[in-house]
């Protein structure tokens, strides 16, 4: 089975290890995973984190994605094996990861005039992206991780247009230059775009 995925999404050309039996089309696949993303969320977001970030470890974000989307693929919460048309070669995940880990250590030691929350938040969520340690479900993790952040921080949540990030458009290709522009060392656009996402 193929799915015919949006521009910019990693390909779901092997559905080895689906779980549920019940899904057929992409949209399946798509209300399935976000019903396990809520349950997620009830978990990750409903009692705070230590506001020092040293619960960010490199288990920790295998935990959120398994938890994100363990009811979906058997294969949540493990790091991917395989090459995708994104992300670092497999062999180095679990390398880049380790940095990601000690980055986010030194950046949540410096003071909020060197390096804001949110700035943290959205280097965290560009990271993980840019690395895209998972098969799929990259963005979405890689946005949960951020918001478990700013929640540890008592800062405001962005209010992620799910729907419009999963689906052609406008919003998405705005996401999409953000992200590429922050791969050339160009945070501004992902900041200045999650910052509009907050009321």
């Known amino acids: 089975m193929r799915f015919e995925v949006p521009e910019g999404a ?3 050309e092997d559905t080895e290890g689906l779980i549920p039996e019940e899904i057929i089309t992409y949209q399946d696949l798509c209300t399935i995973e976000a019903e396990n ?3 997620a969320m009830d978990k990750h977001l409903s009692r705070r984190k230590n506001s020092d970030g040293a619960w960010l470890d490199e288990p920790f974000i295998r935990k959120v994605h398994a938890d994100m989307f363990g009811q979906v693929w058997r294969w949540a919460g493990k790091y991917r094996q395989t090459e995708l048309n994104i992300g670092v070669a497999p062999h180095k995940v679990a390398e880049e990861i380790g940095r990601l880990v000690g980055d986010f250590r ?3 030691s410096m ?3 060197r390096m804001s929350i949110l700035e943290r938040a959205v280097r965290l969520h560009h990271r993980l992206s840019w690395i895209h340690p998972f098969r799929n479900g990259n963005g979405r ?3 949960m991780a951020a918001d478990i952040y700013l929640y540890s921080q008592r800062h405001p949540l962005p209010e992620w247009p799910s729907g419009d990030l999963l689906a ?3 919003v998405r290709k705005r996401y999409l230059a ?3 522009a922050a791969d050339q060392d160009d945070i501004e656009s992902l900041l200045a775009f999650t910052k509009g996402l907050i009321h």
Request: aromatic share 10%; charged share 25%.
């Open 10 to 12: 990693t390909p779901i």
């Open 168 to 170: 052609e458009g406008e």
């Open 37 to 39: 993303i809520l349950a």
């Open 178 to 180: 953000a992200l590429r």
């Open 106 to 108: 030194y950046w949540s």
């Open 111 to 113: 003071q909020p005039e």
């Open 141 to 143: 993790h890689a946005r």
